[in-house]
């Protein structure tokens, strides 16, 4: 079983609507939950993190967690061409005294203009 | 500039050279990372430095010798690889339980090509 599973898509949406992006984890012990965006040939870059059950909004990014459901997500509200990348899923687990992140395939998303 | 910078970009190299990628960070994190990502697979956690302790080793092939001589630098010594080792190699540093968060910030990556 993977541990992060991501659809790796392309998820394609018109410019100007909501995007949602959807990760499962295994592991019921993770703790931490991230959102990196990857542009093409580019290095991944945090976007969101959120550790509580419920809702946590940045600007046009809103990340939602779901414990009981081993369930994250990732909303863009008002998509932009420029939001078009891949987005990878991470969760972390404390393990012997640092931050173990294990991340998804990624889910490509594509803005269309 | 970036917080971790990893040279060289790119390299191509055979299977019987030796070879080393190199990382910096400016951040005073205290744990750095070797991740390896390759087309259509998740980035694979290789290695794990904590205070220049090394504290994880994700069943790497012995061909891939880390080294972290101080907090702020990491090299990824590598000899004999295959083919199939091509791939991005990224580096990564974290606050590590400092700050309990997990975040990591990433350098470019060397693109590694093995012929």
């Known amino acids: 079983q993977k541990e992060v599973e991501q659809n790796s898509g392309p998820l394609s949406v018109p410019e100007g609507a909501i995007a949602s992006l959807n990760c499962t984890y295994s592991?019921?012990?993770?703790?931490?939950f991230f959102w990196y965006r990857q542009y093409s040939g580019k290095s991944p870059e945090l976007i969101m993190f959120?550790?509580?059950?419920g809702d946590k909004e940045d600007g046009r990014f809103t990340a939602q967690l779901n414990k009981a459901s081993q369930y994250v997500s990732l909303l863009i509200r008002d998509s932009q061409p420029s939001d078009s990348a891949t987005y990878l899923c991470a969760v972390n687990v404390n393990s012997g005294g640092y931050q173990k992140v294990t991340f998804g395939i990624g889910t490509k998303l594509q803005v269309i203009p | 500039e970036t917080g971790v910078t990893q040279t060289p970009r790119h390299l191509v190299m055979g299977m019987t050279n030796k070879k080393s990628l190199k990382c910096e960070q400016h951040?005073?994190?205290?744990?750095m990372y070797w991740y390896k990502q390759s087309a259509k697979k998740p980035l694979e956690l290789m290695f794990v430095y904590n205070f220049k302790e090394q504290t994880e080793n994700n069943s790497v092939p012995s061909r891939f010798s880390p080294e972290c001589p101080n907090s702020s630098h990491l090299f990824l010594h590598l000899h004999t690889l295959q083919p199939e080792d091509s791939a991005l190699y990224l580096c990564?540093?974290?606050?590590?339980?400092?700050?309990?968060?997990?975040?990591?910030?990433f350098g470019e990556g060397s693109r590694l090509t093995v012929l």
């Open positions: 990564a540093s974290g606050p590590g339980l400092a700050k309990n968060t997990g975040e990591l910030f």
């Open positions: 592991d019921r012990g993770s703790q931490s």
């Open positions: 959120i550790y509580s059950n």
């Open positions: 951040l005073g994190h205290n744990a």
